[in-house]
């Protein structure tokens, strides 16, 4: 059963510290990416990635960083310097060889800070 | 600058009514465009997409239309049903080298009453 698993559903951060968000997918898709969703907003981009040890920068990068070691992983990783870190974020990917494929997203994880 | 607008932040519907949740773009370069539902808690879900070579896209109750000078876009549902309350999202995005990134709308909530 092919899908995107993310993990943890819900973390709770302290001031200063730094967590990691998982994102796992087995659909063999070569392009990954990380939003954040605020109440009553869409979907903001922090990073995309189009293929293994390459990623960009999205909309909203500051105070975040991701690597990509693997095809099937793509973590997150929110730093002491994201400010305003609390927020639902989605992973998603897509076959990258086809245009125009729509992203397929993962549950999610909640951050709150404590 | 939102490049992708809902405008209306929720809409109530009788069950076996049509819903129409409207989306509006500024961006000349989207080329291709995206509904997405989702439920508290999850992630989004694709339901539906349009090709900028298209105006028009049906899949069982969902009808996609599109109308590039207006910078338009429209989704009906019909007949609703209460399965169907959610966010719907819209999303566009350009081809070439954008990498399959997306830009989303703020999303409308749609409550469908029995």
């Known amino acids: 059963d092919g899908g995107i698993t993310q993990s943890p559903k819900y973390l709770f951060r302290k001031e200063g510290q730094n967590v990691t968000l998982s994102c796992e997918q087995n659909?063999?898709?070569?392009?990954m990416y990380w939003y954040r969703q605020d109440p009553g907003q869409g979907l903001r981009l922090i990073y995309y990635?189009?293929?293994?040890?390459?990623?960009q920068k999205g909309d909203i990068a500051e105070g975040y960083s991701v690597s990509r070691e693997k095809k099937e992983s793509f973590p997150l990783t929110v730093t002491s310097a994201q400010k305003n870190p609390t927020a639902f974020y989605l992973c998603?990917?897509?076959?990258?060889?086809?245009?125009?494929?729509?992203?397929?997203f993962g549950d999610g994880t909640r951050l709150s800070i404590l | 600058d939102q490049q992708v607008k809902q405008n209306s932040p929720s809409l109530s519907v009788q069950e076996g009514r049509i819903s129409i949740l409207n989306c509006d773009y500024t961006?000349?370069?989207?080329?291709?465009f995206l509904w997405y539902k989702k439920y508290p808690a999850e992630g989004p879900t694709f339901l539906i997409s349009?090709?900028?070579?298209?105006d028009k896209n049906e899949d069982g109750r969902f009808t996609v239309f599109l109308n590039k000078s207006a910078k338009h876009l429209s989704l009906h549902i019909v007949p609703s049903q209460p399965g169907d309350s959610a966010v719907y999202f819209c999303?566009?995005?350009?081809?070439?080298?954008?990498?399959?990134?997306?830009?989303f709308g703020q999303g409308t909530i749609l409550t469908v009453h029995p």
């Open positions: 998603a990917s897509r076959p990258q060889q086809v245009m125009a494929q729509p992203q397929h």
């Open positions: 659909l063999n898709h070569d392009a």
């Open positions: 990635s189009q293929i293994v040890n390459d990623f």
């Open positions: 961006n000349s370069m989207f080329d291709y």
């Open positions: 349009i090709s900028s070579i298209k």
């Open positions: 999303a566009a995005g350009a081809g070439g080298t954008s990498y399959g990134k997306l830009t």
